[in-house]
T-cell receptor, first 113, second 114 residues
Framework: QKEVEQDPGPLSVPEGAIVSLNCTYS??????FMWYRQYSRKGPELLMY????GNKEDGRFTAQVDKSSKYISLFIRDSQPSDSATYLC?????????????FGTGTRLKVLA | DTEVTQTPKHLVMGMTNKKSLKCEQH?????MYWYKQKAKKPPELMFV???????INESVPSRFSPECPNSSLLNLHLHALQPEDSALYLC?????????????FGPGTRLTVT
């Protein structure tokens, strides 16, 4: 079993739709949960991070973490064609001095005008 | 200056060549990272320098050799690479040392080994 699982998509939605992107993980030691956006042929760009369980909102983006279910989500409201990209979840943990930073496989999102 | 820069953008090299990738940041970040990303795959961590000391080496083959000359610069020296090493090589930095959750990525160097 992979430590982080993410549906690769592609996910196609009409402009203005609410998008839900998700990741599951197996290692309960993960402490920080990040979402990155990566456009084609570019480096990943950090969108949001959360620590432990709960919600965090930033503009059209909301990140949720449910540590009891080992499940994280990113919601995009009023999606725009410019949101078309690959969205990667990432998780980090410091395990007795051993650092882990693991990315999900990424979900390709296409927002249709 | 809030960006990580990488040079070159593209590199084609033969299996007997020696080349280097360069990464630079002027954000005062104290940790710098090298990642390898194959097409349609997530980035995979290769090396981490924290406060200019190599703190993580994820069992990367010795044909990849990292170097951190100072807190703003990170190099990746390449020698005797294999075609399967062709990938996008990403550099990232973070404010504090190893363990930071917030990483800033450069645009990457697209490497092709022939």
């Amino acid at each position: 079993q992979k430590e982080v699982e993410q549906d690769p998509g592609p996910l196609s939605v009409p402009e203005g739709a609410i998008v839900s992107l998700n990741c599951t993980y197996s290692n309960s030691a993960f402490q920080y949960f990040m979402w990155y956006r990566q456009y084609s042929r570019k480096g990943p760009e950090l969108l949001m991070y959360t620590y432990s369980s709960g919600n965090k909102e930033d503009g059209r983006f909301t990140a949720q973490v449910d540590k009891s279910s080992k499940y994280i989500s990113l919601f995009i409201r009023d999606s725009q064609p410019s949101d078309s990209a690959t969205y990667l979840c990432a998780m980090s943990a410091d395990l007795s001095g051993t650092y882990k930073y693991i990315f999900g496989t990424g979900t390709r999102l296409k927002v249709l005008a | 200056d809030t960006e990580v820069t990488q040079t070159p953008k593209h590199l084609v090299m033969g299996m007997t060549n020696k080349k280097s990738l360069k990464c630079e940041q002027h954000m005062g970040h104290r940790a710098m990272y090298w990642y390898k990303q194959k097409a349609k795959k997530p980035p995979e961590l290769m090396f981490v320098y924290s406060y200019e000391k190599l703190s993580i080496n994820e069992s990367v083959p010795s044909r990849f050799s990292p170097e951190c000359p100072n807190s703003s610069l990170l190099n990746l020296h390449l020698h005797a690479l294999q075609p399967e090493d062709s990938a996008l090589y990403l550099c990232a930095s973070s404010l504090s040392g190893t363990g930071s959750y917030e990483q800033y990525f450069g645009p990457g160097t697209r490497l092709t080994v022939t």
